[in-house]
């Protein structure tokens, strides 16, 4: 088989491809060939088309995975294109529809009116014509003549005799266009090959102005913001590194750019950090941690949010935030010990001059008088209140050294469970404890108790006869009142409520338990207020977060 050219009698070239058969007698001898020709202009043809669109979509891929500029790799396609195509002019436009105004941001050719920086009022463009949604993308026009377009403004200004378009986009929003064009028609349709390199690139250059835009967005931000800031891309190449950043750990942007994160600083390797960036980069969910980067010798809390183009990290500085949290474990430490010194050492001599007093009662008891006996029931009365204040102050002290975790608490049952151990000093107020639903919250369980026992006990020491307790769930969280009808607060006093040991006028309480409430709430994030009035009673509000 061969291939060769059947020139005609016109002189016309065509292509053969011609196969032939030797022909032989009986006895085995030669007689002749017999062969077949066959026309396959066709095929070549279309294995020309087939070539010219791999070469089309190679040099389309091959270009925009350089890492020349933008505007660089932008020129080189339509440079591609236009000769691809067989027009004089390629050009890339950005247009502002409202403001009436369109510019030739790359301009490819000798057509002077299409360069680089030339403006035109966008309504006296060919691009509008491609924007419209009811034509088809990418628009194309083989002789604007002939098509409709004699009289059209564009036609007027550019004297264009044909043109293929398509639109680029950025969030959804048209913002330009990529064209190729010449002044004069085209003598054929343009192939379906080259409509789909015109989308292909457009599609291109929307996606590359699409994260340029999340550059600059991100750009905007970290100036705004006095955090370090840094990006990486899909690879953990380094992006973008802005000046806090360069500050925090003393390395430029200029020397850790297009570097690779885990070759460039392998202290956080195999670290929380790797881990965490990891982690957002599979799940493309935004994370978060906290380090200690000891080469600069701070602690960092990372803000990571990922996309498909790789992460954003937000570093925010928090050595201070860490140094009063190691200074609040040592204050906590040293209250515990405060809370064992107030537990032992404290409570044992009190418990002595007790004892002891009741002793010289017991054997002086035919030598005292009516006197006598009321001072030693003042200081068996004064060592008595001295250890519940001590009790009280052991109460507070605790409250943040040894609550548990959180959970889901029934406040109902807790609350039912406040009143069975209240119910007798209840009945001898002659009170009435009245309960409404109330919800499931997270909390700590006993310490969720010790509020409401310590607000049922202040409404009762306090002379409440009528004492209810409601809840609701809100937008925000969860909402509880404990109300009841004894004399009120004078409004001069509500301020010091919960101060410690401020146990109001008409109480022989120890005057912490309020101020062990407003512990509580503030453990669980929470706020408590309290409204009354002389004479109408107290409501106090507990306000907790949700979940």
């Known amino acids: 088989m061969i291939e060769a050219d059947y020139v005609t009698k016109s002189g016309e070239a065509i292509p053969y491809e011609f196969t032939g058969t030797r022909l032989t007698d009986a006895d085995g001898e030669p007689r002749g060939i017999i062969g077949i020709g066959r026309d396959i202009a066709d095929r070549q043809r279309h294995l020309q088309r087939i070539e010219q669109q791999e070469q089309a979509f190679r040099q389309l891929h091959q270009t925009a995975s350089t890492s020349a500029p933008f505007e660089e790799k932008v020129a080189k396609l339509l440079d591609f294109g236009r000769a691809y195509i067989g027009v004089e002019q390629g050009f890339f436009t950005q247009f502002d529809a409202a403001d ?30 491609t924007v419209d949604p009811d034509t088809d993308s990418p628009l194309t026009v083989t002789n604007t003549t002939e098509e409709g377009w004699a009289e059209d403004p564009a036609y007027e200004r550019f004297g264009l005799g044909c043109y293929a378009g398509s639109t680029i986009t950025v969030d959804g929003e048209t913002v330009g266009s990529i064209c190729f064009a010449d002044r004069e028609p085209v003598d054929k349709e343009f192939t379906e090959i080259q409509e789909t390199f015109i989308e292909l690139l457009s599609e291109w250059m929307s996606y ?9 967005k991100y750009r905007r931000l970290t100036e705004r913001i006095s955090d370090a800031y840094y990006a990486v891309d899909t690879e953990f190449t380094v992006t973008y590194w802005n000046d806090a950043m360069a500050e925090r750990i003393d390395v430029a942007a200029d020397d850790v750019l297009g570097e690779n994160l885990w070759e460039h600083f392998p202290e956080i390797e195999e670290t929380v950090v790797e881990e965490s960036l990891r982690e957002a980069m599979e799940t493309q969910d935004p994370t978060s941690c906290e380090y200690y980067y000891e080469p600069a010798d701070y602690w960092t809390a990372l803000q990571i949010y990922p996309d498909e183009d790789g992460l954003a990290v937000i570093s925010k500085d928090i050595t201070d935030r860490k140094a009063h949290e190691a200074e609040l474990e040592r204050s906590n430490e040293r209250l515990q010990e405060f809370a064992y010194i107030l537990s032992h050492d404290l409570q044992e001599p009190l418990r002595m001059v007790s004892s002891y007093v009741d002793l010289l009662e017991t054997e002086l008891d035919e030598y005292l008088d009516a006197e006598t006996r009321e001072y030693m029931e003042f200081a068996v009365d004064g060592a008595n209140r001295m250890r519940g204040m001590i009790d009280g102050l052991l109460q507070y002290s605790r409250v943040e050294t040894e609550g548990e975790a959180f959970k889901p608490v029934d406040v109902e049952a807790v ?29 700590d369980g006993d310490q969720l108790g010790q509020l409401f026992q310590n607000l049922v006990s202040n409404a009762i020491e306090h002379g409440g006869s009528i004492i209810e307790i409601t809840g609701e769930e809100t937008t925000s969280g969860y909402r509880f009142a404990v109300s009841d009808d004894g004399p009120g607060i004078p409004a001069d006093q509500q301020d010091e409520v919960f101060g410690l040991f401020d146990k109001g006028a008409d109480s022989d309480g120890t005057g912490i338990g309020l101020a062990v409430c407003e512990r509580i709430v503030n453990r669980h994030n929470g706020d408590i207020r309290v409204e009354s009035a002389e004479g109408e009673g107290s409501t106090f509000y507990i306000t907790l977060p949700g979940e």
């Not at 105004?101 to 509008?128: H, K, M, W």
């Open 208 to 216: 590359e102005l699409e994260r340029a835009e999340r550059e600059r």
């Open 100 to 129: 009436d105004i369109q510019e030739i941001v790359v301009g490819v050719g000798p057509n002077s009116q299409l360069q680089d920086g030339a403006t035109a009022p966008f309504s006296e463009s060919y691009c509008r014509h």
């Open 415 to 443: 609350v039912e469970g406040v009143r069975q151990d209240l119910q007798l000093s209840i009945d001898e107020a002659d009170a009435e404890l009245s309960i409404g639903s109330l919800p499931t919250i997270p909390a």
